[in-house]
């Protein structure tokens, strides 16, 4: 008993020292271990943060270097196929890809093609000049005439109008008789239609400065300061402000409209020495053919939300969070951008290729389908029967992948960004299965916003908030020209020479979409 419990003692003390002796090594262990975790979740953050800042300097070589075309061209590596198809399969399909070139004549080369100048218009007016040959033609026959044109500028000139109206005094002797002032777009103005209309145009389609149209008139002979020039566009605003109501009416009547939005830089009182940010909204409807620039002064929902209170319809924008206060007014069908979501998946090509060139083949898929119905001119039920027989299966296979591989990527990452930014709007992107007349993306409201990026460059910014809404209403005239093949300069000529005579009631008849109108381009 004495020898057990002095054995029971001694592994007692033994433990109990090696319970000391260790005890700080297993701490030591714990804390290591912590340290171990700690550090390989900061590597994983940092590894997720290199991605990150890798992907942003990869699309800012491809904005300063790269092709700004969106263009998908998918690869097919070897390897990948092997893998994919298997062998066989592989060396079958790089077989049936190998061209057969069959025997051929030898083109000539580019420098014994000659070139061959195109006719010039017809509606080109002529100036016909002859030239006969020196000496006696007396009994000469004429057998034929060669004839030679040469396309040649007639520079633009100033001209003044002198309208002269001869005073007489009646019979009676009681009264004085003189013909009627024609209107005249700007009351008590000097400029005619015309040169009003040149102005506009220089500024709001040719993108040139009134500063420099300043020079350009006294190259042609006038001094004209750049305040009188600006009183001109001021003036030409206010009598076309009733006509830009009218088209504002059409667009918002309209069942179908896509809408974006983009910045211009305004000088304003309250920031002396730097800009204020102002945005233009812009509404195109398609079945109208007409676009409405609204200048706002922020980017907040007060624009959309004043505009289209009333508004009834389809509405197809980005993915600005703005436009989901829409969501619930049971007036409005909310569609999204498929061109959004796709430049997304392209600009994560460098990112996870496997991903996004999976994606971008089935929005290929998706365009050509699309490509088809414009060029087969197929329309109304039947377009929307061949985009849910053909375009819903694969966004249906689309929103499964993406379901499947948002759980795998980095949430920062180009390609976490393009899923995310994509499948919450997954509904919105497919509505346009289901109207004829819906397109698969907003890419025409955003070919209207270009002119006002192009002015931007040369004239900078508006001079105040009112220029800003005077640009808006001028860009949204031109480009509804635009959308209709009218000649801006001869429509808002002809308009200015009309308008002041024309009663509010057929004002529509004025617009560039007006049937009766033609002004070619």
């Known amino acids: 008993m004495q020898k057990t419990g002095i054995t029971k003692a001694l592994k007692v003390s033994i433990n109990t020292r090696l319970f000391t002796y260790f005890e700080p090594v297993q701490e030591g262990i714990e804390y290591y271990k912590k340290q171990v975790f700690f550090l390989q979740r900061e590597n994983a953050e940092s590894k997720a943060q290199i991605n990150y800042l890798q992907a942003q300097i990869d699309q800012l070589k491809r904005m300063i270097f790269g092709a700004k075309s969106e263009r998908f061209i998918p690869q097919q590596i070897p390897g990948q196929m092997m893998m994919e198809l298997g062998a066989e399969a592989a060396i079958e399909s ?11 004549e030898r083109k000539a080369k580019k420098a014994d093609i000659k070139p061959v100048r195109s006719a010039l218009p017809a509606n080109l007016p002529r100036i016909e000049t002859v030239i006969e040959p020196e000496g006696d033609l007396t009994d000469c026959k004429k057998i034929g005439e060669e004839i030679t044109e040469i396309l040649e500028l007639e520079m633009p000139k100033l001209i003044v109008q002198r309208i002269v109206r001869p005073k007489y005094l009646s019979a009676d002797g009681n009264a004085i008789l003189i013909g009627e002032l024609p209107s005249r777009p700007i ?83 309250e920031k002396k020495g730097s800009t204020h940010r102002g945005y ?34 389809l509405l197809q924008t980005d993915g600005y ?34 991903i996004a060139e999976y994606m971008m083949q089935r929005f290929g898929q998706l365009y050509d389908l699309e490509t088809e119905l414009k060029e087969t001119q197929i329309d109304g039920e039947e377009k929307i029967k061949q985009r849910q027989q053909k375009a819903i299966p694969v966004l249906e296979e689309m929103e499964r992948f993406m379901k499947e591989k948002i759980q795998s990527v980095i949430p920062k990452s180009p390609i976490g960004k393009a899923i995310a930014y994509t499948l919450p709007r997954w509904k919105k992107l497919s509505a346009y299965t289901k109207y004829a007349e819906l397109h698969i993306d907003n890419n025409l409201v955003e070919n209207q916003i270009r002119p006002l990026a ?38 808002l000529t002809d308009v200015l020479s009309k308008l002041p005579d024309t009663k509010l009631s057929d004002l529509y008849k004025l617009l560039p979409n007006y049937r009766e109108n033609s002004f070619g381009l």
């Open 454 to 491: 192009l002015g931007r460059k040369n004239y900078l910014f508006a001079g105040n908030h009112e220029g800003a809404q005077r640009s808006a209403m001028l860009y949204s005239l031109i480009g509804s020209c635009k959308l209709n093949g009218i000649n801006p300069q001869e429509w």
């Open 321 to 354: 969070a703005v436009y989901d206060m829409f969501d619930n007014n049971p007036d409005i069908t909310l569609a999204s951008c498929m061109a959004h979501a796709r430049r997304y998946f392209e600009q994560a090509l460098d990112n996870d290729r496997q």
């Open 280 to 313: 233009m909204w812009v509404y195109h409807s398609p079945p109208e053919r007409l676009v409405l620039f609204d200048y706002r002064k922020g980017r907040d929902k007060e624009g959309p939300k004043e505009l289209l209170k009333d508004y009834k319809g």
């Open 187 to 269: 009351d008590k103005g000097m400029a005619g239609p015309k040169l009003l209309s040149h102005v506009i145009v220089s500024k709001y389609v040719d993108h040139l400065p009134v500063y420099r149209q300043v020079k350009q008139f006294k190259r042609w002979g006038i001094e004209l300061p750049d305040s009188t020039i600006y009183g001109w566009i001021t003036g030409t605003c206010k009598l076309l402000e009733p006509l830009y109501e009218c088209l504002k009416k059409q667009v918002l009547i309209s069942h179908y409209l896509q809408a974006d939005e983009s910045p211009l830089q305004v000088m304003t009182e």
């Open 94 to 104: 790089i077989i049936d890809q190998t061209i057969t070139v069959e025997p051929h």
